[in-house]
């Protein structure tokens, strides 16, 4: 039922076509790119200087180092025509000598294609279909999303719809988090066999929210997981040790959507002994993104300028209303006397690189940071790898980093909660289609470890500033309002916040 070839035994073996044959550059010597059978099975070959002939009475194929080609008369349909012993042993004979030159007189090709090769393919096959039907009684849910998706990298269409059939009966928004999560990734996995290109995110099934809707289940999720806390309050934390003696401060946040980090900030700065600095803020932020909703740019200053009032802290607000790999450092305001702070949280992952184009935004931008002369640089990201990585390894790795998050918001919001649904569908499984289901251009959740983001600030000619002992006693004053399956270490000048022993976020600081 798969895509499997085999070998048929040496009664029924067809004719072998012999393709490109090519002097090397030594005169001594043979290029032989490759010999097909009539399964399309190839095999690599190179030939040392000998000249062999085979002859039978429907076909000659004739080898010689000093011609540039292979004549060869083709068989009859159906290939060779074997009547009897005679010519079976004849044809076994000069089959052998050919094997000989070819492959050395230690090797019997014939032997080892038909009755080793084929047989491992054939056990291979069995023992792959035997482990599915231990899986499938089990309902080990994991293993068929694994299985299904080797399947669809693999081509085998059949054994994918099945598959599919059988995930359909397993999964269940409403379930434990692997069926839910289980849920998202087979939509992904049908999007990407119905679909390509631009129309995989018009297959979705998953309703666009309205504004005030999409804000009320972001701000449920930074509340039941400490995720997004920990990320913005790593930062805020690395800019407020780098700011603490200057008087002008200018932070430039590259997704600001609605501003809600830089509460937390204005309100410590409202408290600095000596008085507050004066704080501007610019906001760079794509007004078509989902994020951005919510009254646009203007709102989100209008906002802070309210909050930085209440607290005495001089404030204004610059808004920047494109995409943030169309900004270039004019658009950025930037002051003569004012200390800078760039903030790039959860964004870089979204920024095409040199995979995706010759521009290399992701590269460009830090760059372009760099020349600003920036006292701090904070990153904040989501610890997988999901941009280069090939079909099949980003599908396994996008459902172990996904599932022990769908397991941490269970501790919180528990299977009966009316609002858990809406929250896992719209802020995060989006995301998991996205990963599974686009490729090109419409995949633009591309994430990178932290090694890699390492790698790149590295080469724009930052230099790592390692967060605090006070941030690191915040956060972890922070995750004692949570369950103790949350994890924080340090290692490599940034901070990982993560479920269990899965790392799942990592915060940096650089200069």
């Known amino acids: 039922m798969s895509n499997t070839w085999y070998c048929q035994p040496l009664r029924k073996l067809e004719g072998y076509s012999l393709q490109h044959c090519q002097p090397l550059n030594s005169p001594q010597l043979w290029s032989y790119s490759n010999i097909t059978n009539g399964n399309g099975c190839s095999i690599l070959l190179s030939l040392e200087s000998s000249t062999v002939t085979a002859n039978h009475s429907a076909s000659t194929v004739s080898l010689s180092p000093n011609e540039s080609s292979l004549s060869h008369q083709d068989y009859p349909a159906g290939g060779l025509q074997i009547n009897d012993e005679e010519d079976v042993s004849e044809l076994k004979h000069k089959l052998k000598e050919l094997e000989t030159v070819m492959f050395g007189p230690d090797v019997d090709f014939l032997e080892t294609y038909d009755d080793s090769v084929a047989t491992r393919l054939a056990s291979a096959e069995i023992d792959s279909w035997r482990q599915l039907m231990e899986v499938i009684p089990r309902g080990d849910l994991k293993q068929l999303l694994t299985a299904c998706a080797k399947a669809v990298s693999n081509c085998d269409w059949l054994m994918a719809q099945w598959l599919m059939s059988e995930l359909r009966q397993l999964v269940s928004v409403s379930g434990a988090p692997v069926q839910r999560l289980g849920a998202y990734m087979l939509e992904g996995l049908v999007a990407l066999m119905s679909a390509s290109g631009s129309s995989i995110n018009k297959s979705l099934k998953l309703r666009e929210p309205a504004s005030f809707e999409l804000l009320s289940y972001m701000h449920m999720l930074y ?60 906001g760079v932020d794509d007004i078509t993104s989902p994020y951005a909703r919510g009254g646009g740019l203007n709102m989100v200053g209008r906002r802070l ?33 004012e200390a800078l702070a760039v903030n790039f949280a959860f964004m870089l992952h979204r920024m095409a690189d040199e995979s995706m184009s010759t521009e290399n935004h992701r590269d460009r931008l830090l760059r372009m940071v760099k020349g600003l002369n920036p006292k701090v640089v904070t990153l904040v990201e989501h610890e997988l790898n999901t941009n280069t990585a090939a079909f099949y390894p980003r599908f396994v790795e996008a459902l172990d980093y996904y599932t022990a998050m769908f397991e941490s918001i269970n501790v919180t919001l528990k299977r009966e909660h009316k609002e858990r649904i809406n929250v896992e569908q719209h802020c995060l499984a989006r995301d998991v289609v996205n990963i599974i289901a686009c490729e090109g251009a419409e995949r633009v959740e591309r994430h990178e470890p932290h090694g890699k983001w390492r790698s790149r600030f590295t080469m724009a000619g930052f230099s790592p500033n390692p967060l605090s002992s006070l941030v690191n006693a915040t956060i972890k004053t922070l995750l004692q309002n949570y369950c103790d399956g949350y994890s924080l270490s340090e290692r490599d000048g940034a901070l990982f916040l993560g479920w269990l022993n899965r790392d799942l976020v990592a915060a940096s600081a650089w200069k």
């Open 305 to 337: 300028a309210k909050l930085a009032q209440a607290f005495k802290v001089p404030f204004t607000f610059h808004a920047v209303a494109v995409p943030a790999c169309e900004v270039r450092a004019e658009n950025l305001g930037i002051r003569a006397g």
């Open 223 to 282: 509340e039941v997981c400490p995720y997004f806390k920990f990320g913005y309050m790593s930062a805020n934390g690395a800019i407020a040790e780098a700011m603490k003696d200057e008087n002008r401060v200018h932070i430039i946040d590259f997704q600001i959507g609605q501003g809600s980090q830089w509460i937390p900030l204005i309100q410590a700065f409202g408290g600095r002994p000596g008085g507050p600095p004066h704080i501007r803020i610019t």
